[in-house]
């Protein structure tokens, strides 16, 4: 068995296929009409009728499930949302104890859409506060074998 990617269900397949191209910079890999895939995931309108349940049974703001994404600069990312009119926040960025950063938003159907940022710059910042490898490494929860490739004094 393969996996293939997740599924949203979507009201408004052109509107919900604008926000994912024009906001997080996704690029459609097939587009159907009322079924479009992205690398990892798709949107499709009428998901009920088409798996045979009630109209009603798709449920809007659930908060059981959400689509993540990672990115470099977080705080450029955060400006990007923030100049669009109308977008409906979850929360804004936020620190977690591992030091990774990220803000929640909704999509145009309300499924959470995360964008944090990747591993690999919190790691780097770390580093350039002053942390130990093995400082890094607690903090992150990572291996230590994980975290010192990025140690500047390891890669001079």
């Known amino acids: 068995m393969k996996y293939q990617g997740c599924l949203l269900a979507v009201k408004d397949i052109a509107a919900s296929k604008r926000f994912y191209e024009k906001a997080l910079?996704?690029?459609?890999?097939m587009d159907m009409g009322a079924h479009v895939a992205f690398a990892g995931?798709?949107?499709q309108q009428e998901y009920a009728e088409l798996v045979g349940l009630?109209?009603?049974s798709?449920?809007?703001r659930s908060h059981s499930f959400q689509i993540y994404f990672e990115v470099a600069d977080l705080d450029e990312a955060y400006a990007a949302m923030k100049a669009i009119s109308g977008l409906q926040w979850v929360h804004e960025i936020k620190e977690y104890?591992?030091?990774q950063r990220d803000f929640r938003i909704y999509d145009p159907d309300m499924h959470i859409v995360e964008i944090a940022?990747?591993?690999n710059?919190?790691?780097k910042r770390f580093f350039r506060q002053g942390l130990s490898a093995e400082e890094v490494a607690e903090r992150t929860?990572?291996?230590?074998?994980?975290v010192r490739p990025f140690a500047p004094n390891l890669n001079a």
């Not at 929860?141 to 994980?146: A, I, R, T, V």
């Open 25 to 29: 910079h996704q690029t459609a890999v």
């Open 41 to 43: 995931f798709s949107l």
């Open 54 to 56: 009630a109209a009603d």
């Open 58 to 60: 798709v449920k809007a």
């Open 97 to 99: 104890p591992w030091g």
């Open 117 to 119: 940022e990747d591993m």
């Open 121 to 123: 710059t919190v790691i």
């Open 141 to 146: 929860m990572f291996p230590l074998e994980s």
